[in-house]
């Protein structure tokens, strides 16, 4: 397999999954902002400045790459394309430390220092859980 191939492949998984990262937030912010013009559906305070779709953008991404890990393992020919595309490419631009990291520096400006802390502890904590899963899921 050539460099420039795993590349487009690569690339083809990261433009799918940063688009249903940005398809994700925008649905969640949408459904957030209906609820709050209905006035069902208001979280505790705090919980509605919690940055939900990003949270649930990487969960999701850490089950699906347990579940690719077990069912691939290390493999080449198409199984080996298979696995960057949905692998490195799908879940890599699905999850994003980056905008997580955003999140908890929006948390900290907005004067929930504590929030932001709590936030990255429950995303790492859950994500490592569902990789965990996934690879349950996937054996």
Do not use: Q
Request: charged share 10%; hydrophobic share 55%; glycine share 16%.
């Amino acid at each position: 397999m050539t460099f420039l191939l795993s590349m487009l492949v690569v690339a083809l998984g990261g433009a799918g999954g940063a688009a249903s990262r940005w398809g994700l937030i925008v649905l969640m912010e949408r459904r957030a902002a209906a609820r709050e013009r209905s006035g069902h559906g208001h979280l505790p305070t705090g919980l509605e400045m919690m940055p939900w779709a990003t949270f649930l953008a990487n969960l999701l991404a850490c089950l699906l790459l347990g579940i690719l890990v077990m069912r691939l393992g290390s493999v080449g020919g198409t199984l080996e394309l298979l696995y960057l595309l949905l692998g490195v490419g799908y879940c890599g631009a699905l999850s994003t430390v980056a905008t997580a990291a955003l999140d908890v520096v929006n948390l900290v400006r907005r004067g929930a220092p504590v929030l932001g802390l709590g936030y990255v502890l429950f995303t790492i904590g859950t994500g490592m859980a569902a990789l965990w899963l996934g690879l349950v899921i996937g054996s």
